[in-house]
C-alpha cells in the first residue's frame, strides 16, 4: 500500500538521542480474543507482550530500499532516482493476550535503516530508528501513538558491522511486564516515510540450530578462545550471574596473523560488550549476526551454546557421489549459500560486507533455486533489483537494495534480466517475467547509451566498469569484451521472453544490435590465426562461446587448452560459463576434471586449507564465506544428474534425465524439489553398463535419454545402458 493504511492510521514514533529505544504500551483485552498485529520498526525490531517475544523472527523487517536519501555519501557515484517499499510483519497475537492489563514492548534496533557506524561503501542512513504499529481486537484497536511510552533502552551501541553495547543495569529487571516499571516518557510523533508499505512475505532469519563451541586457548589477557568449528553465521549465547561484569565477545573467522587473509579480530569490530545485572538471562545480540568460525570471550562468563542465525530457508536437495571432491563442493555451497541469506538479501559475505551484490546474486540464483526452498526469498529480492533501477535511465545499482558499492554494467545490471528468467524458468511464474520485462528492455536503453561502436565500454561517471572479478591472477580480459559477450546473451534471452509473452514486437529491434556488437567484438577480440579471443586467457573463449560467438575451431582450442590445464584460471563470471559450455557441448569430461580438480586454483584447494565455506579468492585471501564461485553447483544437477528441462517447458512441467557419464565418477546421487514436486535420480557405472534410475511427481512429462535409448515414465522409471566395448 501507499502511505500507510496498513496501519489504520496509527502515527510514526520515535525517541531522539537514542538509536536503540525501547517502546512500552499497556492496553486492556479479553483473554482468548482474536487478535492481530501489524507493526513496523525500523531498522529491526524484537516484539514482546507481556514478556514473552512474539515469533521466532529475527532481523525484521526485511531490509529494502526504504524511502528516499542523500546518495551522494557513497563511495560509488550514484545519482539514480530509485523506487522505494518498506516492508511490515504481521502477527497473530491471539494466545498471547491476558485478561485486563497487557503490556508490549518493543525493542528496536538501527539494522540497515540506520547505519552509523558502517564499514563498507559509504554513508547511507536513512533515518533514525522508528516505530509504527496497529492492534485489531475485538475489544478495541490500540494505535501507536504519542502514548506509546518510550526509553533510551539498555543496548548503548548498535550496529550491523560493529556490533553491540549493551547494559541491563540501565532498566530494571520487570520493565517488560510491569507498567509501572522504569523511566518511560512519551514518545514523539513523526512524519511516516514516504514509501511504499507492504506486508512481508519473504522468510524472517531465525535460530536456525545451535552447535557447541570448543576451547581453543583458555583464559589470559585476552580471553578464552573459541572455535566453533565450522565458519558459520549467528552469534555466540553467554550466561552470567554475576551482577555488573564487563563480558566481551569478539568474531572472526581467521585467527592468522595475516594482514588482508580473512576477517580477523578487530578492535570493535563484530563485538559485543555486555555488562550484567546478575539476572538469570542470555546475552547476546538483538540486531545483528556475525560471521565468524572463532569466538573469544573476556570476562566471567559461561557460553552455553552457538546459534546459527540466517533467513529461514529449507535445504530441498541432495547430492552424493563417490567423488570427495563434488560432495565438498555441493555442502560447502549450501552452506555457504545460507550463511549468505539475510533479511531478505543474497549478500556477498555475512561479515565485511554483507550487501546484495547484484553480480553475485545473479550468478548463484540458479544454483540457489535448485538447491533451497528459495521462492519467496527470490521473489523479495527480485522487487529489491527493480526497486534499485533508475526509473529515468535504466541503469541498475550494483546492490540491491541500494547500499553503496561497484561492479559492471553487465556482470552486475544485467541481474534485472537473469534473476527474473531463471526465476520464471525454476518456479513458471509468467505473470513476474510479464511484470519484469519492460524492466529488462528499458536497461538495454541504458546499456545502449554506455556503448560505443558496438561495445559497452563504460558504466557511471568515475564509477567502476567491471567484466570478470577475482581470477587467480591479475585481470587480463577486458572489460567491454565481457560486457558486450553478456550483452549479447542477455538480448538473446529477452528475445526469448518476448517470445514466451508473445510480445516479439517489442523485441524486434534487438536482432540488430546483437549482429552489430557480435561484429564489434569479433573485429577487436577475436584472432583467426589463434582461434581465440584474446589469446583464451582467463575463459574469454568461453564466454564468447556463450553469446553464440566463436566457431568449432575456437571451441577444440579452449576445450584443449583446459584439458592440458587441469584447473580454472577464471574469475568468476567466467568460471560457471566455461562449466557449462564443456559440459553442453561434449567435453564433460574435462569440466569434471576442473569441477573436481586438485590443482593449486580448485575447489579441492578450498577444501584441503580447511575451508567449510566457499572462499572469496581462489588462494584464500580476503573473506572466506562467499558463494559466488559456487554458481558451477548447478551443473552437479543439470549434467551429472541430468536433470533438465525440456526446450519451452518451465516450472518443470517436461523434463528429460540425461546425465553426463565421466571418469572417476561411477555413482551419483541426488533429488531437487521442485514446483511439481521432487525429481530424484541415481546413476551407477561399470565397465559394463550405466544404469540411470529416476523418479518424478506423477504431474511432470518425464523421460530418461542415455546412449541412444529412450524411456518415458510416469513416477519412476529406469534404463540400463550395456557399454561394454566403449
Excluded at 565450522?230 to 596473523?257: F, M, Q, W
Excluded at 519467496?376 to 541500494?402: M, N
Aim: charged content about 20%; proline content about 4%; hydrophobic content about 35%.
Amino acid at each position: 500500500m501507499t502511505g500507510t493504511e496498513l496501519f489504520k492510521g496509527a502515527r510514526f514514533i520515535d525517541c531522539p538521542g537514542s538509536l536503540a529505544p525501547v517502546f512500552k504500551k499497556t492496553f486492556t483485552a479479553v483473554k482468548g480474543e482474536a487478535a492481530s498485529i501489524v507493526i513496523c520498526g525500523l531498522g529491526f525490531f524484537r516484539l514482546y507482550i507481556n514478556g514473552r517475544k512474539v515469533s521466532g523472527d529475527l532481523l525484521v523487517p526485511n531490509a529494502s530500499n526504504y524511502s528516499e536519501r542523500d546518495l551522494s555519501r557513497f563511495e560509488y557515484p550514484l545519482v539514480d532516482k530509485l523506487s522505494f517499499r518498506t516492508y511490515c510483519m504481521k502477527y497473530d497475537i491471539s494466545d498471547y493476550l491476558e485478561d485486563g492489563e497487557n503490556v508490549m514492548t518493543v525493542l528496536l534496533g538501527t539494522g540497515y535503516y540506520c547505519q552509523v557506524f558502517r564499514d563498507a561503501e559509504g554513508y547511507v542512513t536513512f533515518g533514525k530508528p522508528k516505530l509504527c504499529y496497529a492492534i485489531t481486537k475485538g475489544s478495541g484497536d490500540v494505535l501507536s501513538d504519542s502514548s506509546t511510552l518510550v526509553n533510551s533502552g539498555f543496548v548503548t551501541q548498535v550496529s550491523l558491522y560493529y556490533g553491540e553495547k549493551q547494559d541491563y543495569n540501565l532498566l530494571p529487571a520487570d520493565w517488560m511486564t510491569n507498567p509501572d516499571s522504569g523511566n518511560f516518557t512519551p514518545s514523539r510523533e513523526i512524519p511516516a516515510p514516504d514509501s511504499n508499505y507492504m506486508i512481508q512475505t519473504a522468510p524472517a532469519d531465525k535460530v536456525i540450530e545451535s552447535i557447541t563451541g570448543v576451547v581453543l586457548l583458555e583464559g589470559n589477557e585476552n580471553g578464552k578462545l573459541y572455535d566453533a568449528g565450522i565458519n558459520t553465521v549467528g552469534y555466540a549465547v553467554l550466561k552470567c550471574r554475576k551482577p555488573h561484569e564487563k563480558i566481551t565477545v569478539s568474531y572472526a573467522e581467521d585467527i592468522y596473523d595475516k594482514p588482508g587473509f580473512g576477517i580477523h579480530f578487530k578492535e570493535g569490530y563484530q563485538t559485543e560488550e555486555f555488562i550484567t545485572d546478575g539476572e538469570d538471562r542470555e546475552y547476546i545480540p538483538l540486531f545483528t549476526w556475525h560471521g565468524f568460525r572463532y569466538f573469544r570471550v573476556k570476562g566471567d562468563a559461561e557460553v552455553v551454546r552457538v546459534d546459527v542465525v540466517h533467513s529461514d530457508v529449507p535445504v530441498t536437495s541432495s547430492f552424493e557421489s563417490d567423488s570427495r571432491e563434488l560432495n565438498w563442493l555441493y555442502s560447502t555451497y549450501v552452506h555457504t549459500q545460507l550463511c549468505n541469506m539475510h533479511s531478505g538479501v543474497p549478500s556477498d559475505c555475512p561479515h565485511r560486507e554483507r550487501l546484495g551484490y547484484t553480480g553475485d546474486g545473479q550468478l548463484c540464483c540458479e544454483a540457489a533455486m535448485l538447491t533451497l526452498g528459495c521462492r519467496e526469498f527470490y521473489r523479495k529480492w527480485l522487487y529489491d533489483i527493480a526497486d534499485s533501477q533508475c526509473t529515468e535511465t535504466g541503469h541498475v545499482a550494483h546492490t540491491a537494495p541500494v547500499m553503496g558499492g561497484g561492479g559492471g554494467p553487465c556482470g552486475w545490471g544485467g541481474a534485472i534480466v537473469e534473476v527474473p528468467y531463471r526465476f520464471y524458468k525454476i518456479y513458471g511464474d509468467r505473470d513476474l517475467l510479464n511484470e519484469f520485462f519492460p524492466k529488462m528492455l528499458k536497461y538495454f536503453e541504458y546499456i545502449e547509451s554506455r556503448t560505443q561502436f558496438g561495445l559497452v565500454c563504460r558504466e557511471e561517471k568515475d564509477g567502476w566498469c567491471l567484466g570478470d572479478w577475482l581470477p587467480p591472477e591479475e585481470i587480463k580480459i577486458p572489460e567491454s569484451f565481457v560486457n558486450t559477450c553478456l550483452y549479447i546473451g542477455f538480448m538473446k534471452t529477452v528475445i526469448e521472453i518476448g517470445e514466451i509473452l508473445g510480445r516479439q514486437s517489442e523485441t524486434a529491434h534487438l536482432p540488430a544490435l546483437i549482429e552489430r556488437s557480435s561484429q564489434a567484438v569479433d573485429a577487436a577480440y577475436y584472432s583467426s590465426q589463434q582461434h581465440a579471443y584474446i589469446g583464451g586467457i582467463q575463459g574469454a573463449s568461453a564466454l564468447a562461446l556463450s553469446a553464440g560467438l566463436g566457431d568449432e575451431k575456437v571451441f577444440a582450442k579452449m576445450a584443449g587448452k583446459y584439458k592440458a590445464l587441469g584447473m580454472y584460471d577464471t574469475g568468476i563470471i567466467a568460471t560457471p560459463a566455461l562449466t557449462q559450455y564443456l559440459f553442453e557441448h561434449g567435453e564433460g569430461q574435462t569440466a569434471f576434471n576442473l569441477l573436481a580438480g586438485r590443482g593449486e586454483v580448485s575447489f579441492d584447494f578450498m577444501a584441503r586449507n580447511g575451508a567449510t565455506t566457499l572462499w572469496e579468492n581462489w588462494n584464500g585471501q580476503s573473506s572466506k564465506n562467499h558463494p559466488m564461485f559456487g554458481a558451477v553447483t548447478k551443473c552437479l544437477f543439470t549434467y551429472l544428474l541430468g536433470i533438465r528441462q525440456d526446450e519451452n517447458s518451465a516450472g518443470f512441467e517436461s523434463v528429460t534425465i540425461s546425465p553426463v557419464t565421466v571418469e572417476g565418477l561411477n555413482r551419483v546421487k541426488g533429488h531437487i524439489t521442485t514446483v511439481r514436486g521432487v525429481i530424484s535420480v541415481e546413476i551407477i557405472k561399470d565397465k559394463n553398463s550405466v544404469t540411470i534410475k529416476a523418479g518424478a511427481d506423477p504431474s511432470i512429462k518425464a523421460k530418461i535419454v542415455y546412449g541412444g535409448k529412450t524411456a518415458g515414465f510416469t513416477g519412476s522409471g529406469e534404463l540400463s545402458v550395456n557399454t561394454h566395448g566403449e
